[in-house]
């Protein structure tokens, strides 16, 4: 079993930033690719980017492609999600899940945390 929490969620006004963690706890990391998803009031959940077990390989949404970075401390159990010039439209509950073939759908996934609520301002 692997357990993830979310963390650095926050309202910041359009334009700003926000880095988020998720903490691995239960087995290492290393074993699993990693993806950030997101949920909107009134919407499904989305996919926003993965992160390889190895950290070699990415993929983003285009939605935040070029605002938005994932990376992974193997050494620290956590991935991160650095978010830039962030938008209201970017609102959302934003959740990390693991799984040993994590790629863009819900169903490569095996954990996933409760999630960390991002509200950003106009």
């Known amino acids: 079993q692997v357990q993830l929490v979310e963390s650095g969620g926050g309202v910041v006004q359009a334009g700003g930033s926000l880095r988020l963690s998720c903490a691995a706890s239960?087995?290492?990391?290393?074993?699993?690719?990693m993806g950030w998803f997101r949920q909107a009031p009134g919407k499904e959940r989305e996919f926003v980017a993965v992160?390889?077990?190895?950290?070699?390989?990415?993929y983003y949404a285009d939605s935040v492609k070029g605002r938005f970075t994932i990376s992974r401390d193997d050494a620290k159990n956590t991935v991160y999600l650095q978010m830039n010039s962030l938008k209201p439209e970017d609102t959302a509950v934003y959740y990390c899940?693991?799984?040993?073939?994590?790629?863009?759908?819900?169903?490569?996934?095996?954990?996933w945390g409760q999630g960390t609520q991002v509200t950003v301002s106009s």
């Open positions: 992160i390889s077990k190895s950290g070699s390989i990415t």
């Open positions: 239960g087995r290492t990391l290393s074993n699993y690719g």
């Open positions: 899940a693991a799984g040993p073939r994590a790629w863009r759908t819900e169903a490569t996934y095996d954990y």
